[in-house]
Every structure is written in C-alpha cells, then in structure tokens.
Nanobody, 129 residues
C-alpha cells in the first residue's frame, strides 16, 4: 500500500513553467512504475511522463517530449515532473500514479492508466495564452 499526494499545480501563461511533485507515503525501492497522467475535461486520462525502477528509465508522451522531465529524489519518496514551455493543451488535472510488480521491470512502463492501482487526488494545471 502507498498513498500519493500531488502538489505544485496552478495557473501559468503559455510558455511558462511549473513543477509538480508527488510525495509517496513510504520509501519506494524496486519493481515499480510511477507515472504522471493528466485529464482534460471531456477527454480520457492520458499518461505523459513515466519513470521505472529499471535504472530509472523514463518515457514520455509525444506531446510533451522535450518539454517535460520526470525525476525521482535520492530517497525515492518524491517523484517530480518539471514542465516547461507550457501550452494551452497542457491544461488539465494532473495525477500521480504507481504500480508495483513482483519482478524486475523490463523495458518501459505502461502508458495505460488502467495499469496503475495507486492514485493521488490530482492537482490542477491551467495554461492560458
């Protein structure tokens, strides 16, 4: 079991930056995937930035590549996403999610939100031009 709490959302003008943080209730050591997802009104929840225990491999949705960076702190209790060059289309509620596996994660993390069993409450990001 793990609880996830997001913070750092807010309103920003297009071209600006925000950093979201996901605090986990316990030390997360191995065999995990952590993902940042977003959901805009009327749209399906989509994965945008993922990080795995597999040597810290990161993966990004095409729409955010080169603009978003996901990272984890050395204590492995906080997982952040730095969002730069924000666009109107980045507006939405951002969620942190986690999934744990019985074995070593091989390859990248799944982008499908249905693969993740632990979710934070979400934080709102609004980008205006």
């Amino acid at each position: 079991q793990v609880q996830l709490v997001e913070s750092g959302g807010g309103s920003v003008q297009a071209g600006g930056s925000l950093k979201l943080s996901c605090a986990a209730s316990r030390y997360i050591t191995r065999n995990y995937c952590i993902g940042w997802f977003r959901q805009a009104p009327g749209k399906e929840r989509e994965g945008v930035a993922l990080i795995s225990s597999n040597v810290g491999r990161t993966d990004y949705a095409d729409s955010v590549k080169g603009r978003f960076t996901i990272s984890r702190d050395s204590a492995k209790t906080t997982f952040d996403v730095q969002m730069n060059s924000l666009e109107d289309e980045d507006t939405g509620t951002y969620y942190c999610a986690a999934v744990f596996f019985l074995r070593t994660v091989v390859g990248g993390c799944p982008f499908a939100h249905s693969s993740y069993g632990y979710w934070g409450q979400g934080t709102q990001v609004t980008v205006s031009s």
